[in-house]
């Protein structure tokens, strides 16, 4: 019977969650009370194990930031399925696509197998196997060499995911704070800092949206529904029930879109003139929260002053927003104030003036009191773990923003791109960067200008790849080093902000395949190896993870049985009645007017500035994602290859017809630069402006090793060889590319 179930099937079945246990006999409540595993009749899994005693293991979903809480379930060793902590807020007990599939990422043939050391140029693929001593030996030797000759600070972290914390500690032991996570200046680097600036405080991951609530939600290129960040789209379907008012601002009719009472198709990169001409209709017809704004904001007036010229009228010709629609959308808003949320979004860095636009957005949030509101921002709450007691670090006696004097002053994190760029020798430079340590993040497809990445990696004299799959950047690296999945170790605990406090656990469920090792395991070798042993006394993670529990009044033993654990400790979530707001900023109010933003040179209040249009036969490249990928980071998962196994580009019907292709065929996608793609599939739709095209990113990997995912789709990151860069905080604007297509034969 197993092998009539195909994969598709699989992840179906881990859906069913705790309800598919339930049925079969009312298993889950004895396993969750923790009396051990019991005999069960199980739905096939991908291992073919069908029945026998299941275990569940507690564990956090790795697959994307969200980090659910779940339960893995196999059955006499083998994997079965995962499903979501009922317990746990950040699922509700519901997984996404993506973290069903979880198990994929350990089943995986095409994971690294065993440490490899480079036998040629970089970029060869050419690797002779070691064992982990002589890698790790290989890897403290070169980086001894890097601190006496140049200093430690000359290297440099790339980090994304949960075993990243390790190599970060590690780093700082070193002597180096050069730790960039691409996340902040490729994605939500300018809406912490547009809201730093406003409100005092950041929107956080997850994001401190009150969804659940909300009468009005106003989506500006955010995809919930194909971003799948769980609650946020649980709670967005818990309000449409409850028939809130979706206003969707997007060129392409997205999944939100089709939930929306508005669906507002804007020319692309004249997002802030809509949100500007809304903020004028707002404040002109006193719709906004007079009191919250009376009591609340700083520079009012100003603001009332400089967007007088921001008419509907004057947008219309710039988004080709209708007046009407602009003025009916802008009364709808205020209809619901407080509890109508501008969603600020997560991947932000569009067009170079980043952070003005989402500040727009906040400052529309302002006007209508919705932070610290009941259907608007809440004030999160967020566990307090005592750190397990290590030696200070040694203080850095420089940092990246040495190579960048006077530049990006309010950048309050690494740039990823800065610090690439500083990795090419300069005049100006004293040190450019000689040691890279990347950890699980594909630089290749995740910074932009990858022509100017390999640039810098072939200045470096060490290049140290930590991941689980053999991704493009593997094959540049100097030592490669195989992590195991996330099933299959312990990490740190997962502490993540919320409505409530909340310790989540992720234990082993099964021993590492092959000969791989957990990231922890990994940093504390390497730091040892280096002198560096005093920063890492514990002996193995058991230890770490039970002292540290100890000091919260828990344990290691009550976390694997129960999976996540909630505080007491809490704070109010909205304003109270009576109790004055506070705001971390240099007036403690809400800053409409920013004089931060104006000592440093910078509107203190956004301006409409307009940006380069497509040039003739060239169409504005857009991208974003799918429900049941999370980037190139799962491409190659052999549970979730079968639910999307590549990307399509899709055109407005009127375009495909004047360049003479049809639906479902292959073309090639040409940038201004003259930049191709691989060959990827033509979705001819409606549902996308004329002007612009959109494509799901982390398609079109181009290393072999990864056999399912090798030339499947096009990657849209090689076409992004232009950007434009947000001079308030660095982040780097990528929707400033513009594409034509060639027939593949050419």
Request: charged fraction near 25%; charge should be positive.
């Amino acid at each position: 019977m197993a092998g009539k179930f195909s994969r598709r099937d699989f992840i179906k079945i881990g859906g069913l969650g705790l309800g598919g246990l339930a049925v079969g006999g009312g298993l889950a409540k004895t396993m969750f009370n923790g009396f051990g595993s019991q005999p069960v009749m199980a739905g096939p899994s991908l291992t073919g194990a069908t029945a026998g005693n299941v275990e569940l293991t507690p564990t956090v979903c790795e697959i994307c930031f969200w980090k659910c809480a779940g339960w893995v379930h196999s059955i006499d060793g083998q994997p079965w399925k995962i499903t979501g902590n009922e317990e746990d807020p950040n699922c509700n007990g519901r997984l996404c696509p993506r973290g069903t599939g979880g198990v994929g990422a350990y089943l995986d043939e095409d994971r690294l197998r065993t440490p490899l050391i480079r036998t040629s140029v970089r970029g060869k693929q050419q690797f002779r196997e070691a064992t982990w001593d002589e890698a790790l030996d290989t890897i403290a030797e070169k980086m001894k060499k890097i601190a006496e000759e140049h200093g430690p600070e000359c290297l440099a972290l790339f980090t994304h995911g949960s075993g990243g914390s390790y190599f970060k500690h590690l780093l700082r032991a070193y002597g180096s704070n050069n730790i960039a996570a691409p996340s902040y200046s490729q994605c939500r680097g300018p809406r912490e800092e547009a809201y730093m600036l406003t409100f005092g405080e950041g929107v956080y991951s997850p994001e401190r949206t009150d969804l659940r609530d909300s009468k009005c939600i106003v989506l500006i290129g955010s995809h919930l529904g194909e971003n799948m960040h769980n609650t946020q789209v649980q709670e967005f379907a818990d309000a449409i029930d409850k028939g809130a008012t979706v206003i969707t601002v997007d060129p392409r009719f997205s999944t939100a879109a089709s939930k929306s009472k508005y669906w507002l198709p804007i020319r692309p990169s004249t997002d802030l003139a809509l949100m500007l001409a809304w903020t004028n209709v707002i404040i002109n017809e006193k719709l906004y929260d007079r009191d919250y704004v009376a009591k609340n904001t700083y520079g009012f007036e100003e603001l009332k002053a400089s967007i007088q010229k921001y008419t509907p009228e004057w947008a219309y010709p710039i988004t080709t927003i209708k007046p009407g629609v602009i003025y009916e959308t802008a009364r709808e808003m205020a209809r619901h104030k407080p509890a109508t949320l501008i969603h600020p979004g997560r991947h932000v860095t569009w067009y170079g003036d980043d952070t003005q636009r989402v500040r727009a957005g906040a400052i529309l949030n302002a006007l209508l009191g919705s932070w610290g509101r009941r259907g608007g921002f809440y004030y999160p709450n967020k566990a307090s773990v005592p750190k397990y007691k290590t030696p200070a670090y040694p203080k850095p006696k420089k940092d990246w923003k040495d190579a960048f004097p006077g530049q990006y002053p309010l950048a309050n994190l690494a740039l990823a791109s800065g610090i690439c760029d500083a990795t090419i020798p300069s005049a100006e430079s004293d040190c450019s960067f000689k040691g890279w340590i990347v950890y699980g993040t594909n630089l290749l497809l995740t910074l932009p200008q990858p022509k100017k990445t390999l640039e810098a990696i072939q200045n470096l004299d060490l290049l140290v790849a930590v991941d689980l799959m053999p991704a493009e950047i593997t094959g540049y690296a100097d030592v490669v080093l195989p992590e195991c999945s996330y099933l299959e170790r312990y990490d740190d605990l997962r502490i993540s902000p919320g409505r409530t406090s909340t310790v989540a656990l992720r234990a082993p469920a099964f021993e590492p395949r092959f000969d791989s090792k957990p990231g922890a395991w990994i940093a504390r070798e390497l730091g040892i190896k280096l002198g560096l042993g005093k920063y890492f006394p514990w002996q193995n993670m058991e230890e770490y993870l039970d002292v540290r529990l100890h000091k919260i009044g828990s344990s290691l033993e009550e976390l694997k049985q129960k999976g996540i654990i909630e505080l007491k400790e809490r704070q109010p979530l909205y304003f109270e009645d009576g109790i004055p707001e506070e705001f971390d900023t240099p007036t403690g109010k809400i800053e409409l007017y920013s004089n931060v933003l104006a000592h440093h040179g910078f509107d203190p209040i956004p301006k409409y500035t307009e940006h380069e249009k497509p040039p003739e036969g060239f169409y504005r490249l857009l991208y974003g994602r799918a429900p049941t990928h999370t980037f190139g980071r799962t491409t190659n998962n052999p549970i979730l290859t079968e639910t999307m196994l590549e990307n399509e580009v899709w055109v407005n019907k009127k375009v495909a017809k004047l360049h003479g292709f049809n639906h479902g065929q292959y073309v090639v996608l040409v940038n201004q630069d003259g930049a191709k793609s691989s060959k990827i599939k033509v979705k001819v739709t409606e549902r996308i402006r004329h002007d612009c095209v959109f494509m799901v990113h982390g398609f079109g990997h181009r290393d072999k090793r990864m056999r399912k995912s090798f030339l499947k789709g096009a990657d849209d990151n090689q076409l992004i060889t232009k950007i434009k860069i947000d001079p308030i905080m660095g982040g780097t604007g990528m929707r400033v590319n513009f594409v034509t297509f060639e027939p593949v034969n050419a």
